[in-house]
């Protein structure tokens, strides 16, 4: 872990821990959201729970990968990855991700390189290399021969496994942070992802689950067996695809669109409402009562930590006076009001909670500093000319 250089470096670090922390109260968030790094404390002795190095952790390509020793250079293939690496408090170790319009939320998401070719979709192998990263973070997105390639230029490459359960999700952001030397961070990552998660399902246990039906454009609906389809159950919804056979990622015929009859839609917010088979859904209760709730697909279909928010989502949407509880437990900062959209055809909406309305956030759609943003501008001001160049 890179050191701090200076005494007075030292003391506005730790000033800017303490007020952090009294900023985001409990929760713990914001701190590993901002880049606070978990690796070290701010006087440069190590965490009681800091990672150790070697570690080997065999992937989803049955190849055991060794990391020798603490990552400073870190490439994200994929935007979850990027997702998961600022969550953990590790963003100012990525030096190459996919920076689009799918990791525009991340701020600071343009500072790394680019690592995505020309068609805008695959991997620039050559850039990755050229980045000499002590390590690179390939979700299961990512080709194999990708993978393989890389490997071949002899890179250190982690292959992950899909990710199909919220279990799948909390044990690649604890791997994340084990494989990058940020295990503090991962686990307090955790820990909020399931207190707040907890406490949805606590919520919405007992009451009535309404039926659901998650189009993703094109004819195209949530199934069974998928990580989406694990988001409206644990929001307190009940999939009808899912109940109607369709397993994965498939098509729902129109017919049975309107013989199950949904009484909600989650709609991603880039979709547009055009490429819902109209015909087929303007005869189901969702759009008849304008029951649809739009969810920012960079988290729903991110499996990243910020999973939580699409959940809270859905289940304010579904049982709107059962989450009042949970929020009346929570910080103004942690909470989110439901607003009623007036498009068109009006629907009723929910706001997704980004990390504008988490605790120690800022301006909407790009997570700031919050109340200490010229504070903590100094320090990262200040680290950023003692860091050595990547």
């Known amino acids: 872990m890179r050191r701090v250089r200076s005494t007075a470096l030292a003391s506005l670090l730790v000033l800017a821990a303490v007020s952090l922390a009294l900023t985001a109260g409990l ?21 009681p729970s800091a990672c150790t190095f070697p570690v080997t952790r065999t992937d989803a390509s049955g190849a055991a990968v060794t990391v020798d020793a603490d990552p400073s250079r870190v ?19 990525v030096v190459g991700m996919p920076v689009s319009q799918y990791t ?19 991997v620039d192998v050559e850039t990755v290399v050229n980045l000499r990263p002590d390590l690179v973070l390939a979700p299961n997105v990512t080709p194999v021969a990708t993978v393989q390639k890389l490997r071949e230029a002899g890179l250190t490459v982690y292959h992950f496994r899909k990710a199909r359960t919220l279990d799948d999700v909390y044990a690649k952001t604890l791997l994340t942070g084990r494989l990058t030397g940020n295990c503090e961070g991962a686990s307090e ?27 993703l454009g094109g ?10 389809d694990e988001l409206i159950r644990a929001g307190g919804g009940r999939n009808l695809a899912a109940e109607a056979g369709v397993s ?65 989502t859905i289940a304010r949407a579904l049982h709107p006076e059962a989450m009042a509880t949970v929020d009346e437990t929570r910080t103004p900062a942690g909470s989110v009001t439901p607003s009623v959209s007036t498009a068109t055809t009006p629907t009723v909406t929910t706001s ?34 003692t860091r050595r160049h990547r």
């Open 27 to 47: 929760s713990g968030v914001a701190a590993t959201q901002h880049g606070a790094t978990a690796k070290q404390s701010a006087i440069g002795r190590p965490s």
């Open 75 to 93: 490439v994200a293939l994929a935007p979850s990855a990027a997702q998961t690496m600022w969550d953990v408090g590790a963003r100012d170790e």
């Open 104 to 122: 525009s939320y991340l701020d600071g998401y343009r500072r790394p390189t680019n690592v995505v070719s020309a068609d805008g979709f695959s």
């Open 189 to 215: 990552r955790v820990a909020w992802m399931k207190r707040r998660i907890g406490a949805v399902r606590e919520a919405v246990k007992d009451e009535p689950r309404p039926s659901v039906v998650y189009p």
């Open 219 to 228: 004819g195209i609906v949530v199934g069974s067996n998928t990580f989406l």
């Open 248 to 312: 994965g990622y498939g098509e729902l015929n129109p017919e049975v669109v309107v013989e199950r009859d949904p009484q909600w839609l989650v709609l991603n917010d880039a979709l547009p409402r055009s490429a819902l088979q109209m015909a087929a859904y303007n005869r189901t209760t969702a759009i008849r009562e304008n029951q649809t709730i739009r969810v920012n697909p960079n988290y729903a279909n991110q499996p990243g930590p910020r999973v939580v928010y699409p959940i809270e």
């Open 352 to 385: 997704s909670a980004s990390p504008s309305t988490a605790p120690g956030t800022s301006a909407p759609g790009q997570p700031g500093f919050g109340l200490l943003a010229s504070l903590l501008a100094m320090v990262v001001a200040l680290l950023a000319a």
